[in-house]
């Protein structure tokens, strides 16, 4: 079983025309996923609402979040050439913090995978600042909040998304129960997460990849450097950041991923953490989107895949 955590009021927050980050990535996803939900056992449930304001200035300031809310009330605007608002914005973002903190709880109290299909995104949203399409920082504040649950001492982060998270590592890179990992194109915006970025108690490991780099380039990292510097940190659970603008379709990016390759990445997370949930970052052709999540979700329902 997997629990999907979704709902229709993600859709609402609407993209200017031509923009990658649209609800259409939402719909595909889950036009697909439907098809399989009996064959793959998929649970869907709706996020649950929740009061986030004061929870939030713990990670973003109070400035941030009143920005956020008083530019989607006055109608929407864009923050910054890349990141826009409309009037359902602030709601919608907030209801993605709480989709995620669902898989939080969903993962942590049946041992189950989550997938929080949420939107926007979030690694890119620091504490200060919405950038690169987020608002919030999703992953951040999931992980946090994991370590509030009982019994829980250390999270581990995976952000597989082409784009370096500068927001996650922002947030989380003096926490020592936060250890987070980054495989992503350099150069390549936010021109963020080199090698020397290792936190304040070594808790980072950035790993670049050059444009053209495939799937033995990842499974060589994951094996030598990913899977080592998580598992032995002995997570207790295993967020992924779940961005699939790697893939070769993407206009976006320069890497050459293939949907089904991120059923093998999925499968060797299980080598990390038995605990794990998915939130969705990046992924813009639809297509190759689409059928990477369902992968992602056949991945981790595979048996647990060693590294040779």
Same mark, same amino acid.
């Given at each position: ?174 926490? =020592?129960? &936060?250890? !987070? ?6 150069? %390549? ?7 020397? #970025? *290792? ?74 953490? =038995?605990? &794990?949930? !998915? ?6 052709? %639809? ?7 369902? #992968? *992602? ?12």
């Amino acid at each position: 079983m997997v629990f999907l955590i979704y709902s229709d009021r993600f859709l609402l927050h609407q993209s200017p025309d031509l923009h990658p980050e649209r609800p259409q990535r939402l719909t595909a996803i889950t036009d697909l996923l439907q098809t399989h939900s009996a064959q793959l056992h998929l649970e869907w449930r709706k996020p649950t609402p929740r009061d986030l304001y004061n929870y939030l200035t713990q990670f973003h300031t109070p400035a941030h979040l009143s920005q956020i809310e008083s530019l989607a009330t006055a109608g929407g605007s864009h923050i910054d050439p890349d990141t826009y608002l409309c009037t359902h914005s602030y709601e919608v973002a907030l209801l993605a913090v709480s989709a995620w903190l669902d898989a939080v709880d969903l993962t942590l109290t049946t041992g189950k995978p989550s997938f929080a299909l949420a939107r926007p995104p979030g690694h890119h949203a620091l504490p200060d600042q919405a950038m690169g399409f987020c608002l919030f920082a999703n992953g951040a504040i999931a992980a946090h909040y994991a370590l509030e649950q009982p019994g829980i001492n250390h999270v581990a982060i995976l952000d597989w998304d082409v784009h370096h998270g500068n927001g996650t590592q922002a947030i989380i890179e003096s926490n =020592p129960q &936060i250890r !987070f990992c980054s495989l992503h194109q350099h150069p %390549l915006y936010p021109f963020s997460g080199h090698p020397h #970025e *290792t936190g304040t108690y070594h808790n980072l490991l950035n790993l670049p990849l050059p444009a053209g780099a495939k799937i033995a380039d990842y499974l060589s990292l994951f094996d030598r450097q990913v899977i080592p510097f998580l598992a032995e940190f002995n997570p207790d659970l295993l967020i992924v950041s779940a961005g699939y603008d790697a893939n070769q379709d993407d206009w976006i990016s320069g890497i050459e991923l293939q949907p089904q390759d991120y059923r093998t990445l999925s499968a060797r997370c299980q080598q990390i953490c =038995p605990k &794990i949930m !998915f939130g969705l970052e990046g992924g813009y052709d %639809l297509p190759s989107l689409a059928q990477s999540v369902l #992968e *992602t979700i056949k991945g981790c329902q595979s048996p647990v895949a060693r590294s040779t």
